[in-house]
């Protein structure tokens, strides 16, 4: 799926949310590659599944969550901002980074 146009992507998007609660992790990643390529219209829509892994067990979901998030556009970021923050304690520091700039996207 990730090589589809955003638009094919889009209507296929309850497939792929439903793969972020998949117990392997490659998968997981996987659908949140999948996530980061539909535009910021349709990103937004099911931006509260993206946040939900933010706490995932794993480090390459978090910071995938963290950076399909700062495909947002400002306004709709603006909103989770709060959950973008609270990566800055995360314990791994791809993930901290991830945040950092993320949140400078809202600065700029």
């Known amino acids: 799926m990730g090589k589809l146009e955003a638009g094919v992507l889009a209507e296929h998007v309850a497939a792929v949310l439903s793969r972020l609660k998949d117990t392997r992790v490659g998968v997981r990643m996987a659908a949140m590659q999948v996530l980061g390529k539909l535009e ?17 067990s794993e480090e390459g979901v978090r910071r995938a969550a963290v950076e399909v998030l ?22 791994r520091v791809g993930v901290r980074m991830a945040a950092m ?3 400078g996207k809202l600065e700029a």
Do not use: Y
Request: net charge negative.
């Open 40 to 56: 910021a219209g349709a990103l937004a829509e099911h931006v509260a599944s993206v946040v939900s892994r933010l706490e995932d």
């Open 101 to 103: 700039q993320v949140l």
């Open 70 to 91: 700062g495909k947002l556009e400002a306004g709709v970021l603006a909103e989770h901002v709060a959950a973008v923050l609270s990566r800055l304690k995360d314990t």
